[in-house]
């Protein structure tokens, strides 16, 4: 399991027996310019360093890859399209608690959705890839969308459908594991619905 490499026994795959850990570091280095980490540290190197160490959501390997990188490690059969959800879903209950980014979680239907991604993963290229979508526009099917809106939380509003941009990324391989808070009706610069109360900075929490 992705836990227990992650434990770092001999950083050898417990699945595959590959020195996952290693080629993950080296990866990480590759794509590293395509990152937001990479692309900040091109311009503030020492402001990233200092908050890489105080954010929250970056505190294992998997966080720092992009999803071509773990796209690609899916293929390469050297990571299961489970376990990069399980990691996902690991750093979510670890930090939201504490940031409130996360408001719907549908953890149980990401896990189907990556057993079935396994079986697609040479015609998607994304097959497996964790992903949240914004309580806004982008709604998905069978999942709630408030917007922001205490009025549609009170009703319970789920939608009936995927729109035409979630249908594209499920196409496309990624696996939604929740959906992240909104201001009301997506019309603010910051996030503070009064339905889900304020999201705050992974950055710098207070």
């Given at each position: 399991s992705y836990a227990a490499w992650h434990s770092g026994a001999k950083n050898t795959c417990p699945m595959t027996g590959s020195r996952f850990a290693a080629s993950v570091?080296?990866?990480r280095r590759r794509v590293?310019?395509?990152t937001t980490a990479g692309l900040m540290g091109a311009v503030w190197p020492g402001v990233v360093r200092k908050r890489h160490l105080r954010c929250a959501l970056v505190t294992d390997d998997l966080a720092f890859l992009d999803?071509?990188?773990?796209?690609d490690l899916v293929r390469r059969g050297e990571l299961s399209a489970a376990e990069l959800v399980d990691?996902?879903?690991?750093?979510?209950?670890?930090?939201d608690g504490r940031l409130n980014a996360v408001i719907h979680r549908r953890f149980e239907r990401a896990h189907a959705e990556a057993a079935?991604?396994?079986t697609s993963r040479d015609a998607a290229p994304f097959a497996g890839v964790p992903f949240l979508v914004k309580d806004a526009v982008c709604h998905t099917a069978g999942d709630p969308f408030?917007?922001?809106?205490q009025v549609l939380k009170d009703a319970g509003w789920t939608e009936p459908e995927d729109t035409w941009l979630?249908?594209?990324?499920?196409?496309?391989?990624?696996?939604?594991?929740g959906k992240?808070?909104?201001p009301e009706l997506a019309t603010s610069v910051t996030t503070e619905p009064r339905a889900y109360g304020p999201t705050h900075n992974p950055w710098d929490e207070t």
């Open positions: 570091r080296a990866r590293s310019s395509f999803a071509t990188a773990q796209s990691a996902a879903i690991a750093r979510i209950e670890a930090v079935d991604a396994a408030h917007a922001g809106m979630a249908a594209r990324f499920r196409a496309a391989g990624f696996v939604i594991v992240t808070n909104t």
